[in-house]
């Protein structure tokens, strides 16, 4: 704390803020700071915090500057690693996400806690995948970071990982990593291997980082599937645990998402380990430490990837089963039968949409100048969200014309009856949507996506999901085809009342959410998998 600055007005605004009394918390610091006329690094980063609760990302961003130009050479590395987190994350949200990767960056380098190190550069890691032309490159920059900072803190620790495990078991053992067993959209595809696995050839293992349990958790526990929780334990305790339960295949959900505890892998508890489903892109471990990545014949044209350190281990139909535990409304039929005019639509996260697609979406409402666009977002109901978001398009060369044909939305209940309100979706990239895919063929609303043959994984999830339920034709692999779909559908509105009652039951009937014939696709993987590794322990002893 500056010399001569009271503690008392930070505490107070403290406890206001952990009561969640956000109001009482900013009029208490602003209070003191024209009390006094001076403003500490402490305040300015607990008001940094209120904003973000507030729901004012824009306020947010300018005190964090103004705190991080103010305090640059401040002695309070870890207050200062906390303000470039949080300008990261703010800035992502707003869809500025080449900035938020370099925000992350700094975080990276003056976080002084090794494990709040790995958190830091699996954010910035996740950021790049909305930044368009992020190269391979670039990621794996990122990687190699990673992977020292997992060293450093390994070292730091004096732990090292485990032997070759020598077990066999007679019913292969399979373990779960995950923060995300709730209310959680990786949730919809992870029933059938939590519940739905060969019980005579397999036993399975899950542990556990949720913190918030609900009714999907309790739906997601199998009476014979062994549950640790381990939200509260260490790295290593887990990985302790994983050696202790002698799993044969330990597989990461969560890869850089938010409260991964991708860093037990480096412990090499199992024998062998992979991720997938719960995150899109590689690891970025070393192939010692992650044996493979899950992925399909769709996203993944070949095993190897400049995009990625680890193999992709190819399903020849989906990686994912949709398994919802959302009750649909009925279809509703499409708007442009009653309104006279087409809705384009984007119910995806808002980080997701670059200037390239908004430039892209913007030429194809030029090409059906009666059509609408319908946005949908948490951002979108925010006041400083929906202005900046506004501002944002007239910058990129909106007109008020255009803009007048925009209706942005912030997050509701009813948001699936609101697909009644959309004729087209329109998918972003290079970061597509995951289960607003699923969610909007459910509700018979067409799914345009782009990706290009040489995207990288993740990009191409979209023309996965349209593949497998025999809709390719509705992926694109330029974004001159990708406006010339959304455009030619839009001129038909017959089709778009055809496909508004088939797009169901295609989906219903097609592999993506057939849990047999997923589940006999990945256990054949599995037992492959453990197989190989054997054969290589063998040789190595």
């Given at each position: 704390?500056?010399?001569?600055?009271s503690l008392q007005?930070?505490?107070?605004a403290?406890a206001?803020?952990?009561q969640?009394?956000?109001?009482?918390?900013?009029e208490?610091?602003?209070a003191?700071?024209?009390a006094?006329g001076?403003?500490?690094i402490y305040?300015m980063?607990?008001?940094a915090y209120?904003?973000?609760?507030?729901k004012?990302?824009v306020?947010?961003?300018?005190?964090l500057?103004?705190?991080?130009e103010?305090f640059a050479?401040?002695?309070?590395?870890?207050?200062?690693?906390?303000?470039?987190?949080?300008?990261g994350?703010?800035?992502?949200?707003l869809?500025?996400?080449?900035?938020?990767?370099?925000?992350?960056?700094?975080?990276?380098?003056?976080?002084?806690?090794?494990?709040q190190?790995?958190v830091?550069c699996?954010?910035a890691?996740?950021a790049?995948?909305?930044?368009?032309?992020f190269?391979a490159d670039a990621?794996?920059?990122l990687?190699?970071?990673y992977r020292d900072?997992l060293a450093?803190?390994m070292a730091?620790?004096g732990?090292?990982?485990y032997?070759?495990p020598?077990?066999?078991h007679a019913k292969?053992?399979?373990g779960?990593?995950s923060?995300?067993?709730?209310d959680?959209?990786?949730?919809q595809?992870v029933?059938?291997?939590l519940?739905g696995?060969?019980?005579?050839?397999?036993?399975?293992?899950i542990?556990?980082?949720?913190?918030?349990?609900d009714?999907?958790?309790a739906?997601?526990?199998d009476p014979?599937?062994?549950w640790?929780r381990?939200?509260d334990r260490?790295?290593a305790d887990i990985?302790a645990q994983?050696?202790?339960?002698?799993?044969?295949?330990?597989f990461?959900?969560?890869g850089h998402?938010?409260h991964?505890a991708?860093?037990?892998?480096?412990?090499?508890?199992a024998?062998?380990?992979?991720s997938?489903?719960?995150?899109?892109?590689?690891?970025g471990?070393?192939?010692?430490?992650c044996?493979g990545?899950?992925?399909?014949?769709h996203?993944?044209?070949?095993?190897?990837?400049?995009?990625?350190?680890e193999?992709?281990?190819?399903l020849?139909?989906?990686?994912?089963?949709?398994?919802p535990?959302?009750?649909?409304p009925?279809v509703?039929?499409?708007?442009?039968?009653?309104?006279?005019y087409?809705?384009?639509g984007c119910f995806n996260?808002?980080?997701k949409?670059?200037d390239?697609?908004?430039?892209?979406?913007k030429?194809i409402?030029?090409?059906?100048p009666?059509a609408?666009?319908l946005?949908?977002h948490?951002?979108?109901?925010?006041?400083?969200g929906r202005a900046?978001?506004?501002?944002r398009?007239r910058r990129?060369?909106?007109?008020e014309a255009e803009?007048a044909?925009?209706?942005?939305?912030?997050?509701s209940?009813?948001y699936l009856?609101?697909?009644?309100d959309?004729?087209?979706?329109?998918?972003?990239?290079?970061?597509?949507?995951?289960?607003t895919?699923?969610?909007?063929?459910m509700m018979?609303?067409?799914v345009?996506s782009?990706?290009?043959?040489d995207?990288?994984h993740g990009a191409?999830?979209?023309r996965?999901?349209?593949?497998?339920?025999?809709?390719g034709?509705l992926?694109?692999?330029?974004?001159?085809?990708y406006?010339?779909?959304?455009?030619?559908?839009?001129?038909?509105?017959?089709?778009l009342?055809?496909?508004r009652?088939?797009?169901r039951?295609k989906?219903?009937?097609?592999?993506?959410?057939?849990?047999?014939?997923?589940?006999?696709?990945?256990e054949?993987?599995?037992?492959?998998?453990?197989h190989?590794?054997d054969?290589?322990?063998?040789?190595?002893?």
């Open positions: 704390m500056e010399q001569g600055i007005p930070y505490q107070e403290y206001l803020w952990r969640r009394d956000l109001a009482g918390a900013r208490r610091l602003r003191a700071w024209q006094t001076a403003k500490t305040g980063l607990l008001m209120i904003l973000r609760d507030e004012q990302p306020s947010e961003i300018a005190q500057q103004e705190l991080l103010t050479a401040a002695p309070e590395q870890k207050l200062l690693a906390d303000a470039w987190s949080l300008l994350a703010a800035r992502r949200m869809g500025e996400n080449r900035a938020a990767v370099d925000a992350l960056v700094q975080s990276v380098a003056i976080e002084p806690d090794s494990v190190k790995l830091e699996s954010n890691i996740f790049a995948n909305s930044v368009e032309g190269s990621f794996q920059k990687y190699a970071r900072l450093a803190m730091a620790s732990a090292q990982p032997p070759r020598t077990w066999h292969l053992r399979i779960y990593l923060a995300d067993l709730r959680h959209a990786i949730a595809f029933r059938p291997l519940t696995y060969d019980h005579e050839a397999f036993d399975v293992y542990y556990s980082l949720t913190e918030r349990e009714a999907v958790t739906a997601l526990q014979a599937a062994v640790h381990v939200a260490s790295f990985a994983v050696r202790a339960d002698e799993i044969d295949v330990l990461d959900l969560s998402s938010a991964t991708l860093p037990v892998f480096a412990w090499r508890a024998n062998v380990q992979i997938g489903i719960g995150y899109f892109n590689s690891t471990l070393a192939d010692g430490l044996d990545f899950l992925s399909d014949v996203c993944a044209p070949e095993e190897r990837s400049p995009f990625f350190t193999r992709l281990l190819r020849p139909e989906t990686h994912f089963c949709y398994a535990f959302t009750r649909f009925p509703a039929p499409p708007p442009c039968r009653t309104k006279g087409v809705t384009f996260n808002f980080s949409v670059t390239g697609m908004l430039a892209l979406w030429a409402l030029a090409a059906v009666d609408h666009l946005l949908k948490s951002l979108l109901g925010m006041d400083e900046y978001t506004m501002e398009l990129l060369g909106w007109t803009l044909r925009v209706e942005l939305r912030g997050l209940r009813d009856a609101q697909y009644g959309m004729d087209i979706a329109l998918d972003t990239a290079p970061y597509p949507g995951g289960l895919t699923c969610e909007a063929l018979g609303v067409p345009v782009l990706a290009p043959e995207a990288r191409r999830f979209g996965s999901f349209l593949e497998n339920i025999g809709m034709e992926a694109a692999d330029t974004p001159g085809r406006a010339a779909l959304a455009i030619g559908l839009a001129s038909d509105h017959d089709l009342a055809t496909l009652e088939i797009l039951p989906l219903l009937a097609s592999p993506l959410m057939d849990e047999t014939r997923y589940m006999q696709n990945v054949a993987l599995f037992q492959r998998l453990v190989d590794a054969e290589k322990n063998k040789a190595r002893s």
